[in-house]
Nanobody, 119 residues
Framework: QAQLQESGGGLVQPGGSLKLDCQASGRIFGIGTMGWYRQAPGQQREWVATIKAGNIANYPESAKGRFIIAREYNRHAVNLQMNNLKPEDTAAYYC?????????????WGQGTQVTVYS
């Protein structure tokens, strides 16, 4: 069974940096678009970054210039480098990927990793 595992969350002061990692594992025959989303307490899940075939990256305005998404094809992984973090970036961060498994393409989510930016 295919799954995604995030890591790299933690506590950081404003202006600091963190690098999140998400690795796919299991019986996977291909990986399509991969992305990161986040959800703060009491709020809806919001899009943070996606990367498509050809390493085409997209970000919302809140992440542009501060976050960088990148694939590691040899590890079936995707990273999110987060710089100049702000208290409003505090949230649980989730990895999402389109995975080609035995039954066809399937959207898969990880369990999440917590990022807390505090003064």
């Amino acid at each position: 069974q295919a799954q995604l595992q995030e890591s790299g969350g933690g506590l950081v002061q404003p202006g600091g940096s963190l690098k999140l990692d998400c690795q796919a594992s299991g019986r996977i025959f291909g990986i399509g678009t991969m992305g990161w989303y986040r959800q703060a307490p009491g709020q809806q899940r919001e899009w943070v970054a996606t990367i498509k075939a050809g390493n085409i990256a997209n970000y919302p305005e809140s992440a542009k210039g501060r976050f960088i998404i990148a694939r590691e094809y040899n590890r079936h992984a995707v990273n999110l480098q987060m710089n100049n973090l702000k208290p409003e970036d505090t949230a649980a961060y989730y990895c999402d990927a389109d995975l080609l498994v035995g039954g066809g393409w399937s959207s898969c989510w990880g369990q999440g990793t917590q990022v807390t930016v505090y003064s």
